[in-house]
């Protein structure tokens, strides 16, 4: 009998690479493949070279790299709609800010606007790891 085991991860691209390589170990050790959402921009910054070879490995292994956003840069998460007010109840003020600026972050979510993120994306993903992401998870 085999076990379908799905695991997937957030803003891959951030936080503690040596925590990742570990991640990328454990799955390689016990033979299970992860897809990894990765924002291309994280900050709105390049991913750090550190990053994308852990990436970068993590394709060789045999894991999926997805597109998670293009920069986690928009208040309360709403860089791709509006935030949920579940989600917003755990994000810091975030029903204030979205109660606030919700008219500029709508100015952003026109389908040209998005078109272009997604499409500067895609591009990153091409220049950075030689592939085009299949998938997209958008935040929050």
Do not use: Y
């Not at 803003?11 to 959402?37: M, N, P």
């Not at 894991?63 to 579940?86: K, Q, R, V, W, Y």
């Not at 810091?92 to 389908?111: C, N, P």
Request: with cysteine; charged share 30%; glycine share 8%.
């Amino acid at each position: 009998m085999s076990l379908l085991f799905i695991f997937s991860n957030d803003d891959a691209g951030s936080g503690e690479v040596e925590r990742f390589r570990e991640l990328l170990k454990f799955l390689r050790d016990q033979d299970v493949r992860a897809t990894f959402f990765t924002v291309p921009t994280p900050r709105s910054k390049p991913i750090p070279e550190e990053w994308s070879h852990a990436l970068g490995s993590a394709i060789d292994d045999g894991h999926e790299l997805e597109m998670h956003g293009l920069n986690h840069s928009a208040p309360a998460g709403c860089e791709f709609g509006i935030t949920p007010d579940f989600v917003l109840d755990i994000v810091k003020d975030g029903k204030k800010i979205v109660q606030e600026r919700r008219e500029e972050i709508e100015k952003e979510l026109t389908v040209e606007k998005i078109t272009q993120k997604l499409e500067k994306g895609v591009v990153i993903f091409k220049r950075t790891f030689n592939m085009v992401p299949e998938g997209f998870r958008s935040p929050c």
